[in-house]
C-alpha cells in the first residue's frame, strides 16, 4: 500500500528536494498543498504531514492545532522544517504533538532517515493484528471514509471463514491462527497480483473477519475466483488425511453428540460503492453483512455480489 507524504508549502523546493532523497521508494507518494488548501491533505488522511514553516504565511502552531483537532488526523505524524533557530518557538511548535522539529538548512541524509522511521513507527503502531500484520478496525473506518469523502467509486470485500470454531474445536487455536495467517496471505497476494489500479487496502477486522477494498478499475471478480481457488487448494494442509479424505470433522457438542461440519472454507461478500450510492461507512458495512451471508449459504468457498446502485441484488458463485 503506497504510503502518502502530504508537504505543506507554499513554493516547491522542499518538495523538489524529499522527492530526490525519495526517488528510489516506490511505495512513498508525494503531493504538495499550500496552506490554502490543507483541507485537502486532512481529508486523504496521509502518512506523514511534512510543514515548510519558513515558506508559509499562516502561523505554525495554529497549523499544527488544526491537524491535531481533525479526528481523522489525530496521529497523523508531523514534521515540522524550520530556520527559527529559537529554543522557545521550538518547544510551543512541539507542545502541539509535533513529532519532529527540523532546523534548516536542511540535513538531507537525517531528513531521510526521520521520515523514513517515522512512517515505519506509523505503520507498526496503526496494525493492531499482531497475528497478521494488517491494519485494524481505525485504519479501516479512515480508508473507507477517505475514499467517501473523495467521491471515489470502490468495491468493498467482506471475507471471513466457514466452520472455522469447529476447526478450532479439533485441532486447537495454535493451528486456527496458522490458518488465519494463511488466509490474509492468501487475499493480499491475490489482491497485490491481480490489481492494476494499486488502489487497494487490506485490513483485520479480527478473529476470521478480514475486508479488502480494490478499485472499480480492478476485476474483482477474477480476485475473489483467484483468493477462493488459493484458499481451497492451501487450506488442505491444515487437516490431517483422515479428515481431508472424509471431507468434514467431527466435533462432540455440549451433549457429548457428535455433529458434522464440513472442512473450513471462505465466504467473500461484495459490495460495489458506486458514487453517491452510500454516505457513511456504516451503510456500506449494513450491505456487506447481507451479501456476505448470502455467500455463506452455499456450500464451500463462494462469493457473492451487489452490483446495483439502488437495490441489493446479489449472484451467488464458486
Not at 18 to 39: A, F, G, H, Q, R
Not at 206 to 232: M, R
Request: glycine share 6%; proline share 2%.
Amino acid at each position: 500500500m503506497a504510503q502518502d507524504i502530504y508537504i505543506i508549502d507554499d513554493g516547491n523546493e522542499l518538495k523538489d528536494i524529499i522527492s530526490n532523497l525519495l526517488k528510489k521508494e516506490k511505495e512513498y507518494k508525494l503531493k504538495k498543498v499550500s496552506t490554502d488548501n490543507i483541507d485537502i491533505a486532512l481529508k486523504n488522511i496521509p502518512s506523514l504531514i511534512i510543514i515548510n514553516e519558513d515558506n508559509i504565511q499562516e502561523n505554525i502552531i495554529e497549523i499544527c492545532k488544526r491537524i491535531r483537532l481533525n479526528e481523522d488526523n489525530s496521529i497523523t505524524p508531523i514534521i515540522v522544517i524550520s530556520s527559527n533557530k529559537e529554543k522557545e518557538h521550538r518547544i510551543e511548535v512541539l507542545k502541539e504533538c509535533v513529532e519532529h522539529y527540523i532546523k534548516a538548512p536542511i540535513d538531507k541524509e537525517y531528513l531521510y532517515y526521520t521520515i523514513k522511521n517515522v512512517i515505519r513507527l506509523l505503520d507498526t503502531n496503526r496494525r493492531v493484528s499482531p497475528l497478521t500484520g494488517l491494519p485494524g478496525n481505525v485504519q479501516i473506518q479512515a480508508e473507507m471514509k477517505k475514499r467517501l469523502l473523495n467521491k471515489e467509486e470502490f468495491v468493498m470485500l467482506y471475507l471471513d471463514l466457514d466452520n472455522f470454531k469447529a476447526y478450532n474445536d479439533v485441532y486447537g487455536f495454535l493451528n486456527g491462527d496458522e490458518i488465519i495467517k494463511f488466509t490474509a496471505r492468501t487475499i493480499v497476494d491475490n489482491i497485490d497480483k491481480l490489481s492494476i489500479s494499486g488502489k487497494t487496502f487490506v485490513g483485520h477486522i479480527g478473529g476470521d473477519d478480514f475486508v479488502a477494498i480494490v478499485s472499480t478499475e480492478d476485476d474483482y471478480e477474477a480476485i475473489c475466483q483467484s483468493i477462493i481457488a488459493e484458499f481451497d487448494k492451501g487450506v488442505q494442509k491444515y487437516f490431517n488425511e483422515e479428515d481431508l479424505e472424509r471431507g468434514f470433522l467431527e466435533v462432540p457438542n455440549r451433549k457429548c453428540v457428535i455433529e458434522e461440519f464440513p472442512l473450513t472454507s471462505i465466504s467473500i461478500g461484495v459490495v460495489v460503492a458506486s458514487k453517491g450510492r452510500f454516505h457513511n461507512a456504516l451503510e456500506i458495512g449494513e450491505v456487506g453483512a447481507q451479501v456476505k451471508h448470502l455467500a455463506k449459504t452455499a456450500m464451500g468457498s463462494a462469493y457473492s455480489i451487489d452490483r446495483r446502485k439502488e437495490e441489493v441484488v446479489c449472484e451467488i458463485k464458486k
